[in-house]
């Protein structure tokens, strides 16, 4: 079924008509932004694939890590007392997926050198156990100078590493 969907900014009204959504909705908007993002052009150093399957992921991050035993970080609310660091020669190993945005399952799949992946454990004021995903882009060097979390910072691009969470739903598969 997934591989009959069509999925393509060439598509849209014809995605739109199919699940029933209105043109000019902030969901069709946001179908849009999807497919637009999906087409993109990867920045430096980057392979990407929107997959629209769990198949498709699968195939995917077995094409970018190769037959190897993988670790899945993800963030879940519950926890354990451990810390898992990713070592820097694993970097060539990595793959995020990140849910998007589209009526059905799509996942923005992409692997980029000079990362460094994390799962943290942290406890919140509140008692509850979160143990999450980070991940730390190491060279940003190539990344758009207009990138919301430089200004944040108050950092240009190639000058500092960007670390961040990853929030529920959103995986790192590191080969080991």
């Given at each position: 079924?997934?591989?009959?969907?069509?999925?393509?900014?060439?598509?849209?009204?014809?995605?739109?008509?199919?699940?029933?959504?209105?043109?000019?909705?902030?969901?069709?908007?946001?179908?849009?932004?999807?497919?637009?993002?999906?087409?993109?052009k990867p920045i430096e150093g980057e392979i990407k694939h929107c997959v629209t399957s769990l198949e498709a992921m699968v195939d995917f991050v077995k094409a970018e890590i190769g037959n190897r035993d993988v670790n899945v970080i993800e963030t879940t609310v519950k926890g354990g007392v451990h810390q898992l660091v990713v070592p820097k020669q694993e970097a060539k190993a990595l793959v995020s997926c990140h849910p998007e945005s589209y009526p059905k399952a799509v996942y923005y799949c992409h692997k980029i050198t000079n990362v460094e992946a994390y799962k943290v454990h942290l406890l919140g004021s509140n008692g509850v156990v979160v143990d999450t995903a980070a991940i730390c882009h190491i060279d940003t060097s190539a990344w758009s100078p207009h990138y919301l979390g430089f200004k944040i910072l108050k950092v240009k691009p190639g000058t500092e590493p960007?670390?961040?969470?990853?929030?529920?739903?959103h995986l790192i598969f590191a080969g080991k």
């Open positions: 079924m997934a591989k009959a969907t069509p999925f393509s900014s060439t598509k849209l009204t014809e995605i739109l008509g199919l699940f029933n959504i209105t043109w000019g909705s902030l969901e069709a908007k946001a179908i849009q932004q999807t497919l637009e993002e999906c087409e993109e960007i670390c961040h969470f990853l929030p529920r739903g």
